[in-house]
């Protein structure tokens, strides 16, 4: 049986593992299911509509499945999806979904969310992210795997972060930022490759010397999208990574102010 300590409430219809640990003054409110492993300190809201997953660690302060701050949301039962090993520092806020697309905000594994951090409503999180403090995402932001957001970056709705991507402090996000690349500034624009990401995680020298290249052609001489597709496969370039970022940068020119899913939006 879960470990619920004096003070704490926990509504009847939540499903909690055998070896969760509530501490005192947490709420866990109705159609909340928690699994094995997973401790929530002092102060911890879970308010509906919430499943998650083994080994969550939540800290003082955190309110996870709040109602989604969007004037047009009509109060429909939509759900917060949280996977495995996380750490939600102090007072992360992650609110659930809106009824404009799946009804569903979703954070993956293994990820790290520090103090202050917002995750706004219809989010996708995915797995291995770190966001530092006071890291701000806007609705329907999209997360991929690896990507790192410094602090007090804000991002705006409907922007899509590429895997092992590096968002500087401080940044205002307005555009996609592309995979493998770090961004930086006001607004926010691709600087360089993530090197320190793409060594950390083993990837091959030829490799990153192409996603090197591709950035420089892309983001410096800006010889065109095309042009450096041409270039780069002239160059035996064209590895998997760099068709990955290829095609993320088409996707990324065919939506609107720069951002890929706003053709959804459009639409």
């Known amino acids: 049986m879960a470990h619920v300590a004096e003070f704490a409430v926990v509504d009847p219809s939540a499903e909690l593992a055998d070896d969760v640990i509530v501490g005192p003054f947490c709420v866990i409110g109705p159609d909340v299911t928690i699994g094995p492993g997973t401790r929530l300190e002092n102060n911890v809201t879970i308010e509906r509509n919430a499943r998650i997953g083994a080994n969550n660690h939540f800290f003082p302060g955190v309110v996870i499945a709040g109602a989604p701050q ?101 940044s205002r996000v307005i555009h996609d930022v592309p995979p493998f690349m770090l961004v930086d500034g006001n607004p926010a ?51 998997p990574s760099v068709n990955h970022l290829l095609r993320f940068v088409q996707t990324q020119q065919d939506g609107r102010h720069g951002r890929s899913r706003d053709i959804r939006r459009a639409a």
Do not use: W
């Open 70 to 170: 969007d004037l047009s949301y009509k109060g429909t039962d939509t759900q917060t999806m949280i996977g495995d090993n996380n750490v939600f520092r102090e007072g992360v806020t992650v609110n659930r979904a809106s009824e404009k697309e799946d009804g569903i905000t979703s954070i993956g594994s293994n990820c790290f969310i520090m103090a202050c951090a917002h995750v706004a409503h219809d989010c996708k999180i995915g797995n291995h992210v770190v966001m530092a403090n006071a890291t701000l995402l806007g609705g329907h932001v999209h997360v991929h795997d690896h990507a790192t957001i410094s602090g007090a970056v804000a991002i705006h709705q409907f922007n899509t972060v590429g895997q092992f991507s590096f968002i500087g402090g401080l």
């Open 189 to 239: 624009r691709p600087r360089c490759i993530n090197i320190v990401a793409l060594k950390r995680n083993d990837f091959p020298a030829e490799d990153i010397s192409a996603l090197a290249d591709a950035h420089r052609l892309i983001y410096r001489a800006k010889v065109g999208l095309e042009h450096a597709r041409d270039i780069l496969h002239g160059n035996n370039q064209i590895t």
